[in-house]
């Protein structure tokens, strides 16, 4: 999903703006893999669904953290789950350093420093929503012989 934003010059002049397409990858999930995410946290975040530290192709610890993890938080959980999977990958496009990632009911953000309040947004969730179908009744097949005498 393309998303509008508008940039400046290193200098920050404002009449030397630019525009420039960002392409926001938007991810079906279910609700069940969305749920394992929170469960495996080491200590699940108030301010978000879950949030993990991505250092490395290969290693995603279950917290938070832009500092020395503490050792609960120091398991790889890299390969427990595909969504997390998929979702760690993405970030290393737009953050090939690593960092931390938050994952909110409807998009996963990342923050530049610990104590930076922006947030800025590299995926779009959708759940995935099983709908319920009322029954419908049937009637009852017509035998052979009552359909073809009509």
Same mark, same amino acid.
């Given at each position: 999903?393309?998303?509008?934003?508008? +940039? +400046?010059? /290193?200098? %920050?002049?404002?009449?030397?703006?630019?525009?420039?397409?960002?392409?926001?990858?938007? $991810?079906?999930?279910?609700?069940?893999?969305?749920?394992? $995410?929170? $469960?495996?946290? =080491? =200590? /699940?975040?108030?301010?978000?669904?879950? *949030?993990?530290? @991505?250092?490395? =192709?290969?290693?995603?610890? /279950? *917290?938070?953290?832009?500092?020395?993890?503490? =050792?609960a938080g120091k398991i790889n @959980?890299?390969?427990?789950?595909? #969504? #997390?999977?998929?979702? &760690?990958?993405?970030?290393?496009?737009?953050?090939?350093?690593?960092?931390?990632?938050?994952?909110?009911?409807?998009?996963?953000? %990342?923050?530049?420093?610990?104590?930076? /309040?922006?947030? @800025?947004?590299?995926?779009? $969730?959708?759940?995935?929503?099983? *709908?319920? @179908?009322?029954?419908?009744?049937?009637?009852?097949?017509?035998p052979l012989r009552a359909y073809? &005498?009509?």
């Amino acid at each position: 999903m393309p998303i509008l934003v508008e +940039t +400046t010059t /290193p200098d %920050y002049n404002t009449e030397d703006k630019d525009e420039c397409m960002l392409d926001i990858l938007q $991810l079906h999930v279910n609700l069940d893999e969305f749920d394992q $995410l929170r $469960l495996c946290q =080491a =200590a /699940p975040p108030s301010d978000c669904h879950a *949030a993990f530290t @991505v250092r490395g =192709a290969k290693t995603i610890w /279950p *917290a938070a953290n832009w500092d020395e993890t503490e =050792a609960a938080g120091k398991i790889n @959980v890299r390969g427990w789950f595909p #969504l #997390l999977d998929k979702m &760690a990958d993405e970030f290393l496009i737009w953050r090939p350093q690593g960092g931390c990632f938050f994952v909110h009911r409807e998009k996963v953000t %990342y923050r530049i420093a610990e104590h930076d /309040p922006r947030n @800025v947004m590299f995926l779009l $969730l959708e759940q995935n929503r099983m *709908a319920v @179908v009322p029954p419908r009744t049937i009637e009852p097949a017509m035998p052979l012989r009552a359909y073809l &005498a009509r």
